[in-house]
């Protein structure tokens, strides 16, 4: 997961019409596609539970529901992608951009799907639109939780970066090159 959204910067790209692709993994598949307006309340619930995968608890979790909320706007000045299993939407990621770097803005899997290939899914998806957009790297603050998640998708620890909901907290800063 990342660690928030950063101020919506990439001059109010919409969110991508997605690679309404089928993809398989074990015995379901998934479909990658753009989120719906309508679907804003249910990405945001779909963060905070993935969040609280790692352990948190409550009041952290309630902390962190203003960064983790997905509104409309989002949707308009990000790029975003969900990843569905029979109606049911298991994932999503955003990317914003500034000047020649990416930034991570959402990457969450509900917790049941996990392991199924969907991060990886999400992931690839989010380095294909940062390629499309020519963008030089792609910056991550990454939950402590999914360092090793983005560093097996090709990310590397760069530093540190203050978390946007938890004052004092210090969040895992890493970025994917994209020049190679």
């Known amino acids: 997961m990342a660690g928030g959204r950063r101020s919506r910067r990439d001059g109010g790209r919409r969110a991508s019409r997605g ?24 990405l945001t619930e779909l963060c905070l ?14 902390a962190c529901r203003a960064e983790l909320t997905v509104r409309p706007d989002d949707l308009a000045t990000d ?15 955003a990317l914003s951009a500034d000047g020649d770097r990416g930034q991570v803005e959402l990457m969450f899997v509900a917790p049941e799907a996990m392991g199924e290939g969907i991060g990886r899914a999400l992931m690839h998806w989010l380095i294909a639109e940062a390629r499309a957009l020519r963008l030089s790297a792609i910056d991550i603050e990454a939950d ?7 560093e097996r998708m090709g ?14 907290r ?11």
Not at 20 to 42: K, N
Not at 49 to 61: L, M
Not at 172 to 178: F, G, K, R, S, T
Request: hydrophobic content about 40%; proline content about 7%; glycine content about 12%.
């Open 144 to 150: 402590p939780g999914a360092v090793g998640f983005y």
């Open 19 to 42: 690679l309404h692709a089928r993809l398989a993994h074990g015995p379901t598949a998934f479909t990658l596609r753009a989120p719906r307006c309508d679907e804003c309340g249910l």
């Open 79 to 93: 790029r975003y992608q969900v990843a569905e299993r029979d109606g049911v939407v298991i994932g999503v990621a």
């Open 170 to 180: 210090m969040l895992p800063a890493m970025v994917i090159d994209l020049d190679a």
């Open 155 to 168: 990310a590397r620890r760069v530093g540190e970066a203050p978390s946007g909901s938890i004052p004092g």
């Open 49 to 62: 539970t993935s969040k609280a995968h790692w352990g948190y608890d409550e009041a952290f979790i309630e």
